[in-house]
């Protein structure tokens, strides 16, 4: 049954409204005393953004809260970026070579596999502590006392106080990997916007979007990041699958690794997830218009993928990996491997022995078990094998 909630239509005047881009603009300067934004390809994307969440939203006062201080991070972060560029031209001459673009559908088990590349410190992943504050670049020798990690702890506690359940649904610590959606958060191009609160209007142009610039400057603040610390870049969000042509174009060697798992689960942990993250921010906490999200998100993905994946391979060979959620999970020394040979590389024996701490000390359920049931939000097993059923034969996917 979906919950009791104010309907979409009454929108306009049951939620919180944002202001409008200048103030937000403004407010970004003010704070960082920087002016140059480097480029306006930012602005559509954040104008549509505001637009969808006054009319489609429902936001109620944490919500605006937050969402405004994700709004000031991405414009301070840009400001930043640019003006440390202007500083360090020689930053944009360097290479990246083979990084690895983890792009799974969402719930397909992307997370465990990001961080336990990231035990192995010959990767470099996106960790949340640089992510949320990107300038200074981070450095090898204060990698790990570098001081926003500790003011990342705090921000990740208030996470918790803020989203009960959480992490029951998502792995996210300080000094652990995010996803690019820190760093696609800069033009606000990002499907966290869409994640967290009800906003189809920018949903539906997201996703119809020409994504070649948007990784272009993706690539820009990994160079700015890569600038004095070393090692493989690894990268992560479920976006990937929309950006692959980008990806390839901006990054001819990247390696990609596709996670498959059985849609149901997909689309089961994905509404829950979501429920968890809307529900303090939004008035509209109906279960029903989540499940409707997720499924036109997934048909979208998963459309995305079907067409330029065989053309894609075609031109990079070898360059793509297919991973199945439950095998992985029961063993993922073997997929390991293949990733590291198609990256042109091999598993340290250091590397292989802190994976296998990870893996040691992060068993499924850690953190409280994540239950859910597709029946809550309105969804039929029938139409997920009606929408889904070839991708389910394809890749022989166990729906149990």
Known sequence: MADETTSPSNAATSGEQVSDISTYLNRAKKETGLDDFGGDEFIEPLERIIDALNREAVLNPAGKFQVEMLFAKGLENRLRVENYIRENPDVLDQKIHAPIFISGLPR??????????NADNANHTLRLWEGNELIPPPEDDTYLSDPRIEKTKQNVAMTDQF?????????????????????????????QYSA???IPSYANWLYQQDLT??????????QVLQHKKSGRWVLKTPYHQLGLPAILTNHPTAIIVQTHRAPMKIIAS?????????TPSSHL????????????????????????????????????????HDQFIQNP????????????????EEGKAHM?????????????KHEYDIADYGIEQSEIDDLFGDYIQRYQLNMS
């Open 333 to 348: 020394w073997p997929d390991l491997e293949k990733i590291y040979a198609a990256a042109g590389a091999s598993i340290s």
């Open 108 to 117: 397909t088990g992307t997370t465990a596999l990001h961080h336990l590349l």
């Open 213 to 222: 610039d948007s990784y272009a400057y993706h690539k820009r603040q990994m």
């Open 196 to 198: 967290q609160y009800h």
């Open 163 to 191: 989203m009960p359940g959480f992490f029951k649904t998502h792995l996210m610590e300080a000094e652990a990997p995010d996803e690019c959606h820190l760093l696609f958060g800069q033009n606000f191009m990002s499907v």
């Open 285 to 324: 906490n109906d279960n029903h218009i989540i499940g409707r999200d997720w499924m036109d998100m997934l048909q979208i993905y998963s459309r995305a993928f079907e067409k330029n994946r065989p053309t894609l391979e075609s031109k990079h060979p070898g360059q793509f990996i297919d991973i199945q």
């Open 270 to 278: 994905g509404c829950s997830f979501s429920k968890v993250v809307r």
């Open 356 to 368: 296998q701490a990870w893996l040691d000390n992060n068993q499924q359920g850690k953190h409280g």
